[in-house]
Structure formats: C-alpha cells, structure tokens
C-alpha cells in the first residue's frame, strides 16, 4: 500500500545550489517549436511529411489547419526535439520534401518574452480634465500633506500596501549559477507574474549590479520605502545569510530570501505528507540533511525547530558544516547519513549522489535536485525505502504568494518561524491524498495560506490594527 501511495505522489522541486551550465542544460533539454509549413494539395503529403519528422528524431505535438485552397494547405506543425542538431535535422528534412513549403519556425517561449511579461497599469482611466486633477495636481497635494502628518496613511492612500520587491544580484540564477542581474530578469518577472496572478501582489523586480552585501544592504534599505515587503531571490550562499539577516534587523518590513524559506516551508509540507502517507512519526524520526546550501541548511533548520530534534547534516564546505552546527544541526556525512537516518533530504544539485546500496529498508527519501535527482525514486524503492520522491513537480510557487500575502495583509514588520510553519502546515493539510503538494495554480491554496500566516501573526501580536484578510477582487 504505501509503495502504491509513493509511486502516485509526484516529487517536489526546489532551487538548488547547482552552478553548472551544463546541468541546467540538461533540464531543459527539450526545444519545442511551431513549424508552419505550405503543403501541396496532394494525398499522402502530410503522412510523408510527419513521417520525416519523426525519422529525424522529433516527436509530434498539436497540427493546426490554417487555411486549405484547392492547391494548398497551410498548418502549423508542434515539433518536440531534444538538441538543436534534432531541429535541424527536422527542418532540412521538411525543406527537403519537394511538395513541402517551410514559411516559418516559431519559438513560443522567446515569443512570450518579448518586451517582457509584466507592466505598471493604472487602476483608472484617466478621460476627463476633471479625472487628471484629482489623480495628480491639484488634487493629489491633499494626499500628500495628509501622508506627511501621519505616514501610516500612505498604506491606505498609495500602492505600497500592495508592492513587493523582488531583489537580485543574479549570482545564483536557476541552475545557471552566477549569470549576473539582468540575465536574471525573465525569472523576476515570472516571480512577480506569480504573486499577482495567485494572490494580487504587485511584484516589482529590483535588479542590483552589484555583489557586494553592503552595497546591497544599503541599496534596498534605502529604497525600502516604497514597499511592503521584500523578497530577496537568487542570490548565492553563504553572502544570502547576512543579507538577509541584516535587512530585516534594519528594516520594519518583511524581509525574506525566498530561494532558503519558501524552499523550507514547501519542503517541511512534502515531509509531512510524506510521513502522513507512511505512518511516520515526524518528531521521533532521526533525520539527515545532505547539502547544507542556502536551501538545505534552511530545510534542516526548520525541521528542527518543528521536532525539537537536531538534524545530521552533510556538506563538502567546511564553513556549511559550521554553520549548520551553529544553528543546532550535526556535523556528518552521505554514509552516516544514509545508515542512521529514517529520513533523507537531498538538495546537492549532484546525480546520483546516493547510490542504490546506500537505501536503507523502511527509509523516506526526497532526493530534491533538479534535473538530476541524487537518487531516482522507483530505484530507491526498489532497494526498500518506504517512501521515495523527487523535484519535477512542483517548485517555490507553493509558498511565496501566499506567506508574503499574509504578511503584508497583517501588516507585520517580519515573518518568523511560526508563520513560515502555519504556511507549511497548510499546505500538508490542503494536499489531496495520492499526492506529494496540492496543485500549485489553485488559489484556493495560495488564499488559504495567506490567511493561516496573517493569523499566526494576530496571534504573536505583530499584526496592526488595519489587518483585513485578502479577498479577490
């Protein structure tokens, strides 16, 4: 029974400390591309012609008919390839095809991106004289001496109630590694796609040009004013620790690196689900941690604040394993770890860390890395883990929305470990049975969350006293 459970339950994926170009190649290996072709009105022409592809190596997605006369017929053919030298093959094989015409190759994903994803929109049409001076001058004059009284109107008479920056110095992109800030653009706006498409938060990307922590401590302190909250994103450990650190001892607003808390909070869900599944008792469990990076140290840390149980960790760094050790954890390594350990995390970014030998019968692992997951899943159930999983799932996107909804509705200076729990704990409970995290676009979730957090800050007496739940408009 619970192999059947564990085999249905699909993994989790998170942000890794991978670095490695090549491995990120890897995972996103497979190019898709719309080929409209021109094919002769002829029987048999559209056989040959996916015929062709296929030879070449491309797998055949969705035929769109265009438009049909009584000489041609024009489609657009999705073709699926898994190198550029597979393409190529392809379409010098359609081009080769005398009763095939080739117009153009489409590529959705660059399409998509152009002139980027998001934009500033006004609230309200501004078509009348009468309009324009009550949005700016004169009328905005009042708004402004009021906010200059009492600056806590400016939650309730500006869009700071309901911005968030988003900050990056692009060192720690994807698996892509250091590939500067503005490389790191498209996952910003993808970031701020996400908070305002689940929970209507205006996600404004802050690129930093800069590595330097105190340039960056002082650049978003000093731009902090705008915004509500921020969210700090991809940038690389161990530099992420102290930034973050300091930010939000300096700052009465939330400050959260998204790429060690949302990890955690997504990651402890999966744990308790995957513990709920197997009949595990999470807090008598003996838990191990390999790679203690900017996500897997965070793992480890909140689990033991959850169990009140330290967690073995391992790491190549030195400087990782002190650090972890500092926070509670216990300095170890792979073998250790897969020998005394009911539970395994993993999020190395390396292949095939664990080996199949390794797998200790009755074990829970979430071999986590992507693309590569440090064991494949049926090859750990296969050697006698009771329950196996990987990252091709689901990512961050389960997290961040909802916990930084929350916040910034109670209005809270910080979020803390209780809140990051309360953001957890539903999620686990919001997890359809036969699955590892519920769907990560239903915002039923994402609201539920927000709201879970918002309370747990009531609670701990950090909400202030405008604090409205989120409702949709």
Not at 1 to 8: C, E, G, I, K, V
Not at 65 to 87: F, G, K
Not at 175 to 180: E, F, K, S, T, V
Not at 422 to 431: E, M, P, V
Request: contains cysteine; negative net charge; glycine residues 8%.
């Amino acid at each position: 029974m619970l192999t059947d459970t564990a085999n249905r339950i699909r993994g989790i994926g998170v942000k890794m400390d991978m670095t490695e170009k090549e491995t990120f190649m890897s995972w996103n290996q497979k190019i898709i591309r719309i080929v409209r072709v021109r094919n002769s009105q002829k029987t048999g022409v559209l056989a040959k012609l996916l015929t062709i592809i296929a030879e070449a190596g491309g797998n055949i997605g969705s035929i769109v008919l265009l438009t049909e006369t009584s000489r041609h017929t024009v489609r657009d053919i999705t073709v699926t390839v898994e190198s550029e030298e597979a393409l190529e093959a392809v379409l010098k094989g359609l081009q080769s095809n005398e009763d095939t015409k080739v117009i153009e190759v489409r590529d959705q994903v660059l399409e998509l991106h152009q002139k980027g994803k998001i934009a500033i929109r006004s609230r309200y049409p501004i078509e009348s004289l009468a309009t324009l001076r009550r949005v700016y001058t004169p009328g905005v004059a009042e708004v402004c001496m009021r906010i200059a009284k009492d600056p806590s109107q400016a939650r309730l008479y500006t869009s700071i109630s309901h911005m968030v920056a988003i900050v990056t110095d692009g060192t720690a992109v994807l698996g892509l590694g250091d590939i500067g800030p503005l490389a790191g653009m498209p996952v910003m706006e993808g970031k701020a796609m996400l908070m305002e498409t689940l929970v209507g938060l205006s996600g404004i990307p802050i690129l930093l040009n800069t590595k330097d922590p105190e340039e960056i401590i002082r650049t978003v302190a000093a731009i902090a004013p705008t915004f509500a909250a921020i969210q700090l994103e991809d940038i690389s450990a161990p530099r992420c620790f102290e930034i973050e650190e300091r930010l939000q001892a300096m700052l009465d607003i939330p400050v959260l690196h998204d790429d060690q808390h949302g990890t955690a909070v997504v990651s402890t869900a999966a744990l308790m689900v995957a513990s709920r599944e197997t009949g595990r008792d999470l807090n008598k469990a003996v838990i191990g941690q390999i790679g203690l990076g900017a996500a897997g140290h965070s793992i480890g840390q909140m689990l033991m604040r959850l169990t009140g149980n330290p967690v073995y960790g391992a790491d190549l760094s030195l400087a990782a394993l002190d650090r972890f050790e500092k926070v509670g954890g216990i300095k170890s390594n792979l073998n250790e770890i897969m020998t005394k350990c009911d539970i395994v995390i993993a999020t190395t970014g390396a292949p095939n860390l664990i080996k199949p030998e390794m797998v200790r019968k009755g074990q829970i692992i979430l071999a986590l890395s992507n693309p590569n997951a440090e064991i494949d899943p049926n090859v750990a159930m296969e050697h006698g883990a009771a329950f196996a999983a990987d990252g091709k799932s689901v990512n961050n996107v389960l997290g961040f929305p909802g916990i930084f909804r929350g916040a910034v509705d109670a209005n809270a200076p910080r979020i803390t470990h209780e809140m990051l729990l309360a953001a957890a704990t539903t999620i686990a409970g919001l997890t359809p049975s036969g699955e590892l995290v519920p769907n990560p676009l239903d915002k039923k979730v994402h609201h539920a969350v927000a709201r879970a957090v918002a309370e747990m800050a009531i609670k701990q007496g950090l909400a202030r006293a405008d604090y409205v739940p989120y409702v949709e408009e």
